[in-house]
T-cell receptor, first 115, second 115 residues
């Protein structure tokens, strides 16, 4: 069974702090994603990666960066946290091969509050 | 850009009734459609994936149909149970050429099944 693990369930940070959200998957998936989920706005794609050291912007990349140094790990970085980045952050992964038939696997989410 | 709508936004039924959840999308050139379940404060769990060549997919009490030409999918849950209480989301690739995790999500249908 695929497991996507997000290191923190809840985080509280101060405005201006640099924040790291970590995600690890154990199924050797090539593609990994960071979404954020907000009431009334649904899920929106921040960044994704289709290979080690490869990344592409999603729909709302402003204020975020990512790092993928190893295949199993995909980190989301908030360079200088702001209150409008308070949200639920969801990491997901999917294999590259046979992706038409493969569901997206999500982690349990990290609820980030920026004060 | 692909837009996904889910109706109704919320649904409350007594235990034992069948559930019917609707999803519509604006661009019919999709490769697949996925249904997810989300429990409060948790990540998303994949329920069913329907490929574009399929008309329906079944898993236990769940059945999802897909009508690409009309841009609609329906999730049926037979003989509902209190444990089915959750938010159900549908998702399709963001554009006709995207099929590997870059998804456009509906806002979800919040379901409550009362004992």
């Amino acid at each position: 069974d695929v497991k996507v693990t997000q290191s923190s369930r809840y985080l509280v940070k101060r405005t201006g702090e640099k924040v790291f959200l970590e995600c690890v998957q154990d199924m050797d998936h090539e593609n990994m994603f960071w979404y954020r989920q907000d009431p009334g706005l649904g899920l929106r794609l921040i960044y994704f990666s289709y290979d080690v050291k490869m990344k592409e912007k999603g729909d709302i990349p402003e204020g975020y960066s990512v790092s993928r140094e190893k295949k199993e790990r995909f980190s989301l970085i908030l360079e200088s946290a702001s209150t409008n980045q308070t949200s639920m952050y969801l990491c997901a992964s999917i294999p590259l091969g046979n992706s038409y038939n493969s569901p997206l696997h999500f982690g349990n989410g990290t609820r980030l509050t920026v004060t | 850009k692909q837009e996904v709508t889910q109706i109704p936004a919320a649904l409350s039924v007594p235990e034992g009734e069948n559930l019917v959840l609707n999803c519509s999308f604006t661009d019919s050139a999709i490769y697949n459609l996925q249904w997810f379940r989300q429990d409060p404060g948790k990540g998303l769990t994949s329920l069913l994936l329907i490929q574009s060549s399929q008309r329906e997919q079944t898993s236990g009490r769940l059945n999802a149909s897909l009508d690409k030409s009309s841009g609609r999918s329906t999730l049926y849950i037979a003989a509902s149970q209190p444990g089915d209480s959750a938010t159900y989301l549908c998702a399709v690739p963001s554009s006709p050429t995207d099929s590997w995790g870059k998804l456009q999500f509906g806002a979800g249908t919040q379901v409550v099944v009362t004992p």
